[in-house]
């Protein structure tokens, strides 16, 4: 019972945490979803959330 893993099963990620002003939002979200768009299931999800004065 199982599935076996190997190497040619995997799919490559990446996971991006950006921090812009406000007003940068929509144009980050716009340009990294365009550049980061493969098609694959699970891509493209963008979370935007707010974060304190550093």
Do not use: C, M, S, W
């Not at 190997?6 to 940068?24: C, H, P, S, Y």
């Amino acid at each position: 019972k199982g599935t076996e893993y190997g190497v040619d099963n995997l799919v490559e990620k990446a996971k991006l945490d950006i921090v812009v002003f406000r007003t940068q939002v929509n144009t980050v979200v716009r340009t990294v979803g365009q550049a980061a768009h493969t098609g694959e299931i699970g891509d493209g999800k963008i979370f935007i959330v707010p974060v304190a004065d550093v």
